[in-house]
């Protein structure tokens, strides 16, 4: 029984010391993500643009007018937008390039693009005075703009300021991707290589990461097993030596490895959320890892584009954003109000198509599952809904507003942001359970009755305990050598 009791000592401080530098890592970096999340948040003048409704743009001449003249037979989408008080039209090509034409005569704007960019990155800052020192397109994330931000491509603004302030811009819908200031720079790439390793993507891919991080957890679980189980069977011998200690009049030359124990009983189960929280986080990503995700990229004819956009039968003082659609064979204006509704109308006829932004939900999701009869496959048996807001399963870190939620048997929910043909996310029943013990065990969204700074206080001290805990490990085991 005693060589057992020595063993569970032995692979206990193993693997303690093995799991001590991911420990120092993971919560330091824990400790860093309120203040870079909240307390040193950088603040922004304006977060959403308010676009200008139709009646205020007064377009001149129609989209299909403005597409014969520039000789543009196929394009993907437009919208109509206001910039520095003139109208244009802004119409994605077949090549994905926007370019923006004068809603009055149809002369294309050189630089479009990059000058719409500006204005919205001055209009959400307020700024109209500091430099712009550059304007470049982002078509992938990388560690200041980071996969959590989901809109790309976007331009990214960077301003001449103290600050170093730069602002994402995704122009297709007139709005921000995020800002960073230098301070939340650093400790975005602090808190990316400490807490989420991407180094380890960039040396053998992201499978790689997750494999090592996977066992690196796994070891902590059993230091944290195994300790625990040290405590039980030596817990006797630990007391009666104390009691010995204190009446012999001894001074207590083993405080540390006192306090490692105690402080890690105290500890043990926001240790064991953290670890469960996570294992399991990154066994869901692990088991979603597969090809880059789809996209949905339609071709609209512009000899489709029958009825103009300006003579629809809906006034014009409701309209506060234009695009166009194609699904099942024909081509919709899509139109969102200042009611926060999507409707459809023919583009043949003008015809109004009813619950039109649910149907196209219902082909974009059929178009995501891989299957390509879409309504047709699951006619009756779905759920589908508007949401305007955030709620627990679909959350702020999801960005897009407002989404359609289609839901199919056996709890599988999709977000469809019908708008950009984009899919949100996708809950399934392991994605749903692992969000919720996530945010719950590992963000400590239980706490949010009691705002969000007592939150961060709890999990900051939370995240202190595990460090000391190992710290005084550490500190045993060099007392012990």
Do not use: C
Not at 50 to 76: C, W, Y
Not at 151 to 173: A, C, H, N
Not at 311 to 329: H, R
Not at 398 to 409: A, D, G, S, T
């Amino acid at each position: 029984m005693a060589t057992a009791k020595q063993n569970f000592y032995k692979w206990h401080r193993i693997l303690g010391l093995t799991a001590l530098v991911p420990v120092i890592f993971w919560t330091l970096s824990g400790l860093s993500h309120p203040f870079m999340s909240n307390w040193f948040r950088p603040g922004i003048a304006q977060e959403v643009f308010r676009p200008a409704s139709q009646s205020t743009m007064k377009p001149g001449m129609s989209v299909r007018e403005v597409l014969d003249k520039n000789h543009i037979n196929q394009f993907r989408n437009f919208g109509l937008i206001s910039l520095e008080g003139q109208t244009f039209y802004q119409v994605m090509g077949e090549d994905s390039t926007v370019n923006y034409y004068i809603a009055d005569n149809g002369d294309l704007l050189k630089d479009g693009d990059q000058t719409y960019a500006k204005y919205l990155a001055r209009y959400f800052t307020q700024d109209t005075v500091s430099r712009i020192k550059s304007v470049t397109l982002q078509k992938t994330f990388d560690g200041h703009y980071q996969p959590i931000n989901h809109l790309l491509p976007v331009w990214k603004v960077s301003f001449d300021r103290p600050d170093g302030m730069d602002v994402y811009i995704e122009t297709t819908q007139s709005r921000m991707g995020t800002f960073n200031n230098n301070t939340r720079k650093a400790m975005l790439v602090f808190f990316e290589q400490l807490h989420t390793w991407q180094f380890l993507a960039a040396i053998g891919g992201e499978q790689f990461r997750l494999v090592l991080l996977l066992i690196i957890v796994s070891l902590m679980f059993l230091s944290l097993l195994s300790g625990l189980t040290v405590y039980g069977f030596f817990w006797k011998k630990f007391k009666a030596a104390q009691q010995n200690r204190k009446q012999a009049g001894k001074a207590d030359t083993r405080f540390v490895h006192r306090y490692h124990r105690q402080i890690g009983l105290i500890v043990s189960f926001v240790m064991f959320t953290f670890i469960i929280s996570g294992a399991f986080h990154i066994i869901v990503k692990l088991h979603n890892i597969g090809p880059g995700d789809k996209k949905y990229n339609q071709l609209i004819d512009t000899k489709d584009m029958v009825v103009s956009n300006l003579k629809l039968p809906l006034a014009d003082s409701t309209i506060l954003k234009t695009g166009t659609v194609n699904f099942y064979g024909k081509t919709y204006y899509q139109i969102s109000t200042n009611k926060k509704e999507v409707l459809y109308f023919d583009a043949a006829n003008g015809q109004e198509l009813a619950d039109g932004d649910k149907l196209y939900a219902v082909f974009l999701t059929g178009f995501y599952r891989e299957a390509p009869l879409g309504i047709k496959q699951t006619k009756g048996k779905l759920n589908i809904s508007q949401l305007r807001q955030f709620d627990n399963e679909y959350g702020f870190i999801n960005k897009r507003l407002p989404v359609q939620k289609v839901e199919y048997p056996g709890g599988e929910n999709w977000y469809i942001e019908t708008t950009t043909s984009a899919l949100a996310t996708k809950v399934a029943g392991i994605d749903r359970a692992e969000g919720f013990s996530f945010i719950f065990l590992h963000k400590y969204f239980g706490m949010s009755w009691a705002g969000k700074n007592i939150r961060d206080v709890v999990s900051m001290l939370a995240a202190l305990g595990v460090l000391v805990v190992s710290l005084f490990g550490f500190a045993a085991f060099i007392k012990n050598k």
